[in-house]
């Protein structure tokens, strides 16, 4: 659908039943923000080049005393070239934001991800490497697949470094200070270019743990907090699932094996896998002292891109969180017509629980809350928690205005709307320093204001989201929307 056809249309929409209480007054907004005509193309037009710091102006309030340090955010930010574009919005190059909060105010820098696949497509003045739903043209090479990484997902700070992350190959290594890109990361040199995900899973004081998924094998790599390789093994998964994100407690990996399978090998990358709705979804749970020792669990089948770290109760019982959805149209078609302008209105995913029982029993309990980009206080990782942060929307239009937590404890939502003037990214939590408790701290909620055009930091304390932003900068550009971001205490 035509977006412009769709804003027309979306003052009819009834959007609230599908939002959290506290969030339904954006059923109005959105009524209001059809009238304003805004375009939220703006999210995926094109950054054609570096930002330079630049200092973002203060719009409201005041920075909290005590919050300094720097939000960097990845996310995809150049899709279009003369000679070909992209076809899918996870194709675009790599784009490093780095917010800065210091002395109480903002500013706000961008440099994209030297890569080889950038300097390749730059090079023909076309997108030529083929990617994840992006068939490439000729004169794309793919002979490692680090010449196809677009190191556009998310981004890890590992001892005063930054690795730019993708999935289907290494980390790209920049320097914090000035976004410069230092080359790939080869952990040992026999490991050189195997893939490497998008969703670590950082002990809060111990090592990092990921998985690099071909097929129906992963590598389960280990990393120290100084970025050196404990340990790289590959375990056999009990299909060739397509894998996004996975989850961890203290003890065990989780690896959910949605029943979106690959059965072919072609390109795009995605186009490899076929949704078999009537199969279950998979749960692998491997000690990580033994990955050796495994048991599966079965659920009904689900899509999802990622999962909240578990934790275990102590009758062995473990539990995480997930944002699922019915099925992947999300990946295999909207993420393509947002490129183009279009909108299909589709079901956001909702916040669900996953309860994996010692007797083998496995369950998916769904709340009603509509829920992406699951982050967390980091110092619970692992263990038992009862906050999930969460990105929240309606689907009427792509991605999410709102940002929520929600208590598992309580079954209780918190959130903000910030309307259809904008679209949010991924907030991240910022410790408060010498807090005690989860979630002692602030949110920080960059978005894209569509009517001013421009992109924006908010600041909210972390309990207290529904009061509204403690403060609010604005640059005066407008960067591409990303996708996930970490924050590094100053
Ligand atoms: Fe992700």
């Known amino acids: 659908m035509n977006r412009r056809l769709l804003l027309s249309q979306m003052s009819g929409l009834a959007v609230g039943a599908l939002l959290p209480p506290e969030l339904t007054h954006a059923a109005g907004q959105l009524a209001v923000g059809a009238a304003l005509g805004v375009d939220w193309g703006l999210a995926f037009a094109d950054q054609d080049g570096d930002l330079a ?47 800065r909060i210091r ?48 190191a556009n997902i998310s981004v890890m700070p590992v001892a005063g470094e930054l690795w730019a992350l993708w999935e289907g190959g290494s980390p790209t290594v920049m320097n ?64 060739a699932s397509y894998i996004h994100d996975f989850s961890a407690s203290e003890r065990w990996l989780v690896v959910i094996l949605q029943p979106l399978i690959q059965d072919k090998i072609t390109l795009p990358f995605i186009d490899r896998f076929t949704w078999k709705p009537t199969e279950p979804t998979r749960v692998l749970v491997i000690d990580k002292a033994d990955l050796g020792s495994r048991r599966i669990y079965e659920l009904p089948a689900f899509f999802a891109f990622h999962f909240g770290p578990a934790w275990a109760e102590p009758d062995g019982t473990i539990r995480f969180d997930a944002c699922v959805s019915a099925d992947p149209a999300f990946a295999t078609r909207g993420a393509r017509e947002v490129l183009k302008g279009d909108w299909t209105p589709t079901p956001p995913p909702v916040l669900a629980l996953i309860t994996l029982a010692p007797d083998g029993q496995g369950r998916l309990e769904r709340t009603p809350v509509n829920a992406e980009f699951p982050r967390n206080d980091p110092a619970m990782s692992g263990w038992p ?15 999410f205005h709102g940002v929520a937590t929600y208590n ?70 407008a960067l591409p929307i990303g996708l996930h971001g970490a924050f590094v205490p100053a």
């Open 103 to 150: 002395d109480g105010e903002a500013s706000l820098a961008a440099r994209f991800v030297d890569t080889h696949k950038r300097q390749t497509d730059a090079a023909a003045n076309a997108v030529v490497t083929p990617g994840f739903g992006t068939p490439g043209r000729p004169g794309g090479r793919a002979e490692s697949a680090d010449d196809a990484n677009a």
């Open 408 to 477: 598992w404890s309580t079954h209780g939502s918190d959130g903000f709307d910030f309307g259809p003037a904008h679209l949010v990214e991924e907030a991240v939590f910022a410790p408060r320093t010498g807090g005690a408790g989860e979630l002692n701290g602030w949110l920080l909620a960059s978005s894209v204001n569509l009517v001013a055009r421009a992109t924006e930091l908010h600041v909210f304390e972390a309990a207290r989201l529904a009061d509204g932003p403690l403060c609010t900068w604005r640059a005066d550009v």
């Open 53 to 99: 710091p630049a200092p973002m102006k203060r719009m409201s309030g005041a920075c909290p005393a005590g919050l300094a340090g720097s939000l960097y955010r990845n996310g995809p930010g150049k899709f279009r070239r003369p000679g070909g574009s992209a076809a899918h919005w996870f194709d675009g190059d790599g784009l490093m934001r780095a917010f």
């Open 176 to 239: 914090a200070g000035d976004l410069s890109t230092r080359g790939v990361k080869t952990l040992r040199p026999d490991l050189a270019h195997m893939p490497f995900l998008a969703h670590p899973k950082a002990e809060p004081e111990g090592d990092i743990w990921n998985l690099g998924v071909t097929g129906d094998k992963a590598l389960v790599w280990r990393v120290g907090r100084d970025g050196a390789l404990v340990s790289a093994e590959t375990i056999d998964l009990p299909c």
């Open 385 to 399: 928690r009862a906050m999930t942060i969460h990105a929240t929307g309606d689907g009427a239009t792509p991605l």
